[in-house]
């Protein structure tokens, strides 16, 4: 089985997807992690060095060639992830989804702390933040909400959010 996280940034795709993989004893797949090990860059280096498009062409390859595998997998997916391609889809199909959803409150709490690390984020003021977040959340959650479950992460402790996954899948 593979299991996807998906959610935007900051929603705790990372954090909850070792936690998760831990407890369940599946092997753990940060899908950022995968492309920059892949290309000895890091995802700001490609965005910076040959561009989005073309990041988003090896996120595909990347992510197909994952979903591929037979392994028992947790994968931890980018905030843009979903969006592009028909990206959801090929999630859906072969693995069990899962959207963590955060308010932009949460959001903006967690990424304005790791500005540097977010290429998206990077040139945007603290107090343009949460209105940038609003409207990137607004084109996402069509996206975001075709997830076959959704988890809400807002003042939950991660091993909380981690026994609600699996009561949600019944593992």
């Known amino acids: 089985m593979i299991i996807s ?52 062409k090896l996120e595909r390859e990347t992510l197909e060639e994952l979903l591929a595998t037979q392994e028992n997998l947790v994968l931890s997916l980018g905030g843009g992830t979903p969006v592009y391609y028909n990206n959801m889809e090929i999630i859906n199909h072969n693995s069990k989804s899962i959207f963590l959803r955060a308010s932009i409150a949460t959001l903006a709490e967690r990424i304005s702390k790791q500005k540097e690390k977010r290429p998206l984020i990077a040139n945007i003021s603290e ?9 990137h959340l607004f084109e996402r959650n069509e996206y975001y909400s075709k997830a076959q479950f959704i988890v809400s992460t807002d003042a939950k402790e991660p091993e909380k959010i981690v026994d609600e996954i699996i009561e949600k899948l019944y593992l």
């Open 5 to 56: 996280l998906v959610g935007y940034m900051g929603s705790g795709k990372s954090h909850i997807s070792k936690i998760l993989s831990e407890k369940i004893n599946f092997k753990l797949i940060d899908l950022d992690k995968e492309i920059s090990k892949r290309n000895k860059l890091t995802i700001p280096e490609i965005f910076e060095k040959k561009g989005e498009i073309y990041f988003r």
């Open 127 to 135: 107090e343009d933040l949460p209105e940038f977040i609003a409207k």
